[in-house]
């Protein structure tokens, strides 16, 4: 349980730390025969049903929530943090449930990634993402004054270029805190690791001999 624990934490934050994000979900074929949402609530009941019900073991022996407990309150934080971000995707709802139900399955996947280990980080990507929204949102102003008349409207654009900065400023500051995080992650799962080998290397000729007592009968044996 131990070997499986730390191997799987190291695959987890090396996958996160290179940002490789995807999303759970059936097969096209299987997607295409399910009805299509009409609601945010049934976007939700989508996505939620994409992740294992089943409580996971922990490392005492006992048993921990599952994962769909855990994306259930990702997506509960999500919705109540990023409501522009929600009524975007109830307006695209109409046109394009498909695509509205994958954006929130890659979302909660990418928060559920970072939220393993850094749960301030929900927070971060969070506000990351309200950032980006208001970035586009000036970048759209001052493209729209320019348009116009660019020397008509150039107070109005420097001072769009200043919030602007401003913005780019906050964000790249959260990223880089995000990044910070994640990058501790990742050590610490190396260490843990590297702790693991070294004490497997130690104890080389124990856990063969028990295997080996496994094998011929013993009940008494180390985990191979």
């Given amino acids: 349980m131990k070997q499986k624990t730390i191997l799987t934490a190291c695959v987890m934050a090396g996958t996160l730390f290179f940002s490789v994000l995807g999303f759970a979900g059936d097969d096209d074929s299987t997607k295409a025969d399910q009805k299509k949402p009409t609601t945010m609530g049934e976007v939700y009941k989508i996505v939620l049903s994409n992740y294992d019900a089943t409580p996971d073991d922990d490392d005492n022996g006992g ?73 586009e949102d000036i970048s759209d102003k001052i493209s729209g004054l320019k348009d116009g008349s660019a020397e008509k409207n150039k107070s109005k654009i420097e001072d769009l270029k200043k919030e602007l900065k401003e913005q780019l400023n906050i964000g790249f500051d959260l990223k880089m805190k995000l990044n910070k995080n994640e990058l501790k992650s990742l050590q610490k799962a190396v260490e843990e690791l590297h702790e693991f080998i070294k004490k497997r290397e130690e104890n080389k000729e124990k856990i063969i001999g028990k295997k080996l007592n496994g094998v011929v009968g013993d009940e008494d044996y180390m985990e191979w």
């Fill in 63 to 135: 048993e921990k929530g599952s994962e769909r407990d855990a994306a259930e309150k990702i997506l509960k934080y999500y919705t109540e943090n990023a409501v522009e971000s929600i009524k975007d995707l109830e307006k695209m709802l109409k046109t394009d449930p498909d695509e509205v139900v994958a954006s929130l399955e890659s979302k909660i996947d990418e928060l559920m990634d970072i939220g393993g280990d850094n749960p301030e980080g929900v927070k971060d990507a969070i506000e990351i993402e309200k950032v980006d929204g208001k970035i």
